[in-house]
Every structure is written in structure tokens, then in C-alpha cells.
Nanobody, 120 residues
Framework: QVQLVESGGGLVQSGGSLRLSCTAS????????VGWYRQAPGKQRELVAT???????YYPFTTKGRFTISRENHKRTWALQMSSLQPEDTAVYYC??????????????WGQGTQVTVSS
């Protein structure tokens, strides 16, 4: 059973920083790609950063220059460093992974979500 477990998050003042981490546990072959999403109340879940299969990170304009995704090679952990946080960054943040669990089977996995609240 593959699980993603997040850590980090919390309350921070506007302009502050936070770091989120995610670790994959269980039995699988390969982590193909990883990322972070967020969902604010009343809004759809949106991408904030992803480490693509081509080995390059991607950020939407809403987080580019402020957020940094990192991944430890050959390990099951990836992180999201967030800086210059603003109240509009307040949301529940989810880590994501596309994982090859068997030779011909790939599945999407999500973390449990962690609350990030930015006060003005």
C-alpha cells in the first residue's frame, strides 16, 4: 500500500516562509513525477509546483519566483520551500506523485493535505 505523508505547514505572517515535505512509503518501482497542489475554500485545486518527468521543475505564474520544489535523488522525499507568502496563498496544500507500482501499472497518489495560513 503506497502512502504519501506530508509534514510542515502552519501559520505564518505575510512575507514569511514555510517548508513542506512529503515522503512516499510502501512498495513500488519508481516515482515518475512529483508535485504540490493547493485548494482554498470555495476554489478548485490548483497546481503550485511540479518536478516533471523530463527532470525540470515547473511553476505557474502564481508561484514562480517564490516557491521552489526540490527532490532528493534516489530517495522518496520531496519538498516545497515557500517564501514571500501572501494571504492569498492560504490553502490546504497536497503533495502528489505519479508512481509505477508494477511494470505496467502507474497510479496517482495524494498526501493527506496540510493547512497553510498566511496572516496579513
Amino acid at each position: 500500500q503506497v502512502q504519501l505523508v506530508e509534514s510542515g505547514g502552519g501559520l505564518v505572517q505575510s512575507g514569511g516562509s514555510l517548508r513542506l515535505s512529503c515522503t512516499a512509503s510502501g512498495s513500488f518501482l519508481t516515482i515518475n513525477s512529483v508535485g504540490w497542489y493547493r485548494q482554498a475554500p470555495g476554489k478548485q485545486r490548483e497546481l503550485v509546483a511540479t518536478w516533471r518527468t523530463d527532470g525540470n521543475p515547473y511553476y505557474p505564474f502564481t508561484t514562480k519566483g517564490r516557491f521552489t520544489i526540490s527532490r532528493e535523488n534516489h530517495k522518496r522525499t520531496w519538498a516545497l520551500q515557500m517564501s514571500s507568502l501572501q494571504p492569498e496563498d492560504t490553502a490546504v496544500y497536497y503533495c502528489y506523485a505519479l508512481i509505477t507500482v508494477e511494470s505496467t501499472v502507474r497510479r496517482d497518489y495524494w498526501g493527506q493535505g496540510t493547512q497553510v495560513t498566511v496572516s496579513s
